[in-house]
């Protein structure tokens, strides 16, 4: 295979990089790619979003992974002007309560038994995305003691919540939080507190759901739903280009050749089909690599299917791609 200085950093053959004449050079982020002022919405999901917030209900996001669900919260608040979203990653563990505050049992026991002041139940507790939100929506004086430091004094204002992955949650997590994400309001047992939002300052509320299993039909009823498909080849190009051009060492026609690719690769019958995502990482590789897919000059065509690793997501997937290289890829070697 073609060695790139740039990209071969590690030789897998016990030689430092001291040997080979090279450091290592910093990590340089693109911050293009999480950048809310450049996704790309389509008309749909934008009518979608305007419609939750008229009736001030959760959008509930389905798609491919990495077609731009998560993003979109933060899309919404930097378009709304308001502070970055509040995240709840879900877990199959989940329940209803941990959406509004998590209690740290084991502490607060700890300190029971030796401590010889009381020990309120407050200091235990530490507030997650939905009780954040509430809590941001009330006046500073009656909130901002709950709140950690960087959100005091922020309130009252609205915020954007992402509940990313909600499929993840047992069954009954989504009937079991209905009441509390309509009334805005919630309660900690633990210390016999109860918050409840300015109706003025209602949080806005994203959750994502990768289909892994069905929604309680209750939920969804709820909920405005919007189901985001793979881009099309010209919304791929946009995209692409409003991401990544500027960092992009390519030539228009390289581009083009490298989508083009990508979208027969999308054809083949893989078990998970790259997406938005997987194709902006690929022609990043792609870059390091300094290759056009269309035009491989000799020693090429084995880091091309190198560069498979960024977009196929089994051993099984691998060797599809691995199979179908010449047909898909157009070598000339």
Not at 45 to 60: E, I, K, M, S, T
Not at 132 to 139: R, V, Y
Request: proline share 7%; charged share 25%; hydrophobic share 40%.
């Amino acid at each position: 295979m073609k060695s790139n200085s740039s990209f071969a950093l590690y030789s897998g053959e016990g030689q430092t990089l001291l040997h080979r004449n090279m450091v290592l050079p910093p990590f340089s982020r693109v911050e293009r790619l999480d950048d809310p002022s450049l996704y790309l919405a389509d008309k749909p999901l934008r009518d979608a979003v305007n419609v939750a917030l008229a009736l001030g209900v959760p959008l509930l996001l389905t798609g491919e992974p990495g077609t731009g669900k998560t993003q979109l919260a933060s899309s919404v608040a930097y378009e709304l002007n308001l502070p970055p979203p509040l995240v709840f990653n879900t877990k199959t563990t989940s329940t209803a309560k941990d959406l509004f505050y998590r209690y740290d049992t084991l502490r607060h026991f700890h300190d029971v038994q030796f401590r010889k002041d009381d020990v309120p139940a407050q200091e235990y507790i530490t507030f997650e995305a939905l009780g954040l939100a509430i809590l941001l929506s009330m006046k500073p004086l009656e909130a901002d003691e709950f709140l950690p430091e960087s959100l005091r004094g922020k309130g009252p204002t609205r915020s954007v919540i992402l509940i990313d992955e909600i499929d993840k949650a047992p069954r009954d997590l989504p009937n079991d939080v209905l009441n509390e994400i309509e009334s805005m309001a919630f309660s900690v047992r633990e210390s016999g507190r109860s918050f409840a939002a300015d109706i003025g300052f209602r949080p806005i509320i994203i959750l994502t759901s990768n289909s892994e299993k069905n929604l309680p039909d209750a939920f969804l009823r709820r909920c405005v739903f919007y189901h985001i498909p793979f881009p099309s080849p010209d919304r791929l190009r946009s995209i692409v280009k409003r991401r990544l051009e500027a960092t992009l060492n390519f030539t228009s026609q390289m581009l083009e050749n490298a989508i083009s690719h990508f979208e027969k690769i999308r054809s083949l019958p893989l078990k998970k089909k790259p997406a938005t995502a997987e194709c902006l990482a690929w022609l990043r590789v792609l870059q390091r690599l300094a290759i056009d897919v269309k035009n491989l000059k000799p020693g090429e065509a084995e880091s091309l299917v190198l560069s498979y690793a960024a977009l196929a997501k089994s051993k099984e997937d691998i060797a599809v791609l691995e199979r179908a290289a010449g047909a898909v890829g157009d070598y000339h070697t």
